[in-house]
């Protein structure tokens, strides 16, 4: 148990949700995400797995200058490597208990394109995190804007 199985629910600050869906996504950062030693990510794999990681790269020295510099002046791009470190296993309850909580506790983000309560509702039914994935692509990271639009106009001539 190297490393995780793609795509990854990133859970990050304990309230705000991400989808990674490769690691060619964690091969590029900026040097001050390289600054950064705890990420607060808990990252969910499809095997019941829990991981953080943290991003180091070859070319990047962490020193007073480039970190003064990467806060000020210029905050250049790297290529990164991920090292990860399992953290744990879960049940997919857990898993959707804290997309639900980044759901309640969104500022706008997970809700430009639907509602909270149809978003919670969709989650809430999920069996397998391959159905919780499915959701956050439809509702948030891959949305279909008139798939999404032809489904509120039906709710709204259904409620009339």
């Not at 499809?46 to 991003?55: A, E, M, P, V």
């Not at 995190?129 to 692509?137: G, I, K, Q, S, T």
């Amino acid at each position: 148990m190297e490393k995780p199985e793609f795509p990854l629910v990133d859970i990050y600050d304990s309230h705000h949700v991400d989808l990674i869906p490769e690691e060619e996504n964690l091969k590029k950062a900026p040097a001050t995400e390289l600054l950064i030693k705890d990420n607060h990510s808990l990252l969910y794999d499809k095997d019941g797995n829990i991981w953080r990681y943290f991003l180091k790269s070859e070319f990047f020295e962490d020193t007073l200058v480039n970190r003064v510099v990467a806060h000020t002046l210029y905050n250049p791009d790297f290529e990164v490597e991920p090292v990860w470190e399992h953290a744990g296993e879960y049940h997919i309850e857990d898993l959707k208990d804290e997309v639900l909580r980044c759901i309640d506790y969104d500022e706008g983000i997970i809700t430009q394109y639907e509602e909270a309560d149809i978003i919670q509702k969709e989650i809430s039914i999920c069996f397998s995190f391959e159905d919780v994935v499915a959701v956050l692509n439809k509702y948030v990271f891959d949305v279909d804007e008139e798939l999404i639009l032809a489904e509120q106009k039906r709710r709204e001539e259904n409620d009339y």
